[in-house]
């Protein structure tokens, strides 16, 4: 048994690495596309970028292991069905369940680590990409001139140089208006210079040559100075030019962001405020008859007496309004984070859930090539992500629990997965004929 547990795994690991990578390909490729005009132009060095995409692998390595795992099971048992060795292996008296075992054995496995890395890698990984990200955003992109354009980079200077070497940073024919002073307005025009970054000061370090500084102070003509150079060094903050990284611990977290442990403690913390407020709703609304009751006892006319009841009534709705908006309020965060932390379950368990669905599928359609095997598994993943994305958002209005919506595409697949495990074995002939009315009539 050991032998034939090797030789299914040695066929199953290589189609589970390939099939996992490519989908994490295809993910990053469709990120970069998406965010790449986010990233052009800013400057960033080699190892921001690779910070960027290793913290985006942690949330695309979730998503792609189940997909992995469908596409090796489909392609395993395909290939070794096509080539009659799993029949022979029968005739050799090892059962359905026994030629399996090592393939479920080997998702249970995955199963463990993927819900381990859910829980304690992406979250820290999410966080930090989202930090990350706040910071390119705020960024500014990379200082630059261009001959004979006006730059506005700079905040309260615009440049203009007639001539730029991009090759030694030099200038020709510069002027800069400095709009930096609230009381003064100063023009400086200069022959030629150059223009380098100081990383020390995080500022940009103007050398200009042959000179002048028009100067206008409080915009009136008789305050008006000329001022003639051979070399002037100016400093201009260059703040928001180099990647300033944000204090980590000053950023909240959401729900994508934390373990499961802190996530349950906003939820059985919002759990116990909701029913507070339903209780203090129940103590409002008992409240009503004492009320009618003590103004029916007073000494005031009728008349008064419909006007102090009418307003005690609404002061009462006020409030009762105020309690059920609060109840709304806590429910509504307690079931977004039960979500959550149910989609940190359910995620992992889709390897087992997948690996049930391909041993038997594979077996059935006996075609291990690639194509038929991505068709399958991409119609069995887009169904499952439907399923849990259509889930979260029904969940987070009310609609289902948590629980259903994030568990509902492992219970159908899972059952699919069933039935064609009983196919497989033949256990009854009814079901068989049953299956191939169903699901394989076309094939």
């Not at 223009?195 to 409080?218: A, D, M």
């Not at 307690?334 to 077996?363: D, S, T």
């Amino acid at each position: 048994m050991k032998i034939v547990s090797k030789y299914f795994l040695k066929f199953h690991i290589g189609p589970f690495l390939f099939g996992t990578f490519l989908v994490v390909f295809l993910f990053l490729f469709q990120f970069l596309m998406r965010d790449l005009d986010k990233l052009v132009g800013k400057g960033l060095s080699f190892w921001v970028i690779f910070q960027l995409i290793s913290l985006n692998l942690s949330w695309m390595l979730v998503l792609a292991v189940p997909m992995g795992v469908l596409f090796s099971t489909l392609m395993t048992f395909g290939n070794l069905s096509a080539l009659f060795e799993i029949t022979a292996m029968k005739s050799g008296g090892y059962s359905f369940l026994q030629l399996v075992a090592p393939i479920i054995t080997f998702s249970i496995v995955l199963f463990g680590f993927l819900f381990w890395f859910n829980d304690v890698v992406l979250p820290e990984s999410n966080h930090q990409l989202k930090i990350l990200m706040m910071d390119i955003n705020r960024k500014k992109p990379t200082f630059s001139l261009e001959s004979g354009q006006f730059s506005t980079q700079i905040e309260y200077y615009t440049i203009l140089a007639r001539r730029v070497d991009s090759v030694s940073n030099g200038l020709r024919g510069v002027t800069i208006y400095d709009n930096s002073k609230s009381r003064q307005f100063n023009t400086i025009s200069a022959d030629s210079g150059f223009v380098v970054f100081v990383p020390s000061l995080n500022k940009l370090r103007f050398v200009l040559f042959k000179g002048e500084i028009l100067q206008l102070i409080n915009y009136e003509p008789q305050n008006f100075r000329k001022i003639r150079f051979e070399r002037l060094e100016i400093l201009l903050e260059a703040k928001g030019f180099t990647l300033e990284r944000s204090n980590e611990t000053m950023v909240a977290r959401s729900d994508r962001e934390m373990k499961i442990r802190d996530m349950r403690e906003i939820v059985d913390e919002s759990r116990r405020l909701s029913q507070k407020s339903q209780n203090r709703v129940a103590e409002l609304l008992a409240t009503q008859p004492k009320v009618i009751q003590s103004k029916m006892f007073s000494d005031t006319t009728l008349v008064k007496l419909d006007e102090i009841i009418e307003r005690d009534f609404s002061f009462l709705e006020t409030q009762i309004s105020s309690e059920v908006f609060r109840i709304t309020d806590f429910e509504s965060r307690a079931r977004q984070y039960e979500v959550e932390i149910h989609k940190k379950y359910a995620i992992p368990f889709a390897c087992i859930v997948f690996a049930f669905v391909g041993c038997p599928l594979g077996m059935i359609t006996k075609r291990g090539n690639f194509g038929i095997s991505a068709a399958i598994s991409l119609g069995f993943y887009v169904f499952y992500w439907a399923c849990l994305i259509g889930g979260e958002k029904l969940a987070d209005r009310g609609f289902v629990s948590p629980f259903l919506s994030m568990w509902l595409g492992n219970f159908i697949i899972g059952i699919i997965g069933f039935l064609l495990i009983l196919k497989v074995n033949n256990e009854s002939v009814f079901l068989s004929r049953f299956l191939n009315k169903i699901f394989f009539r076309h094939s």
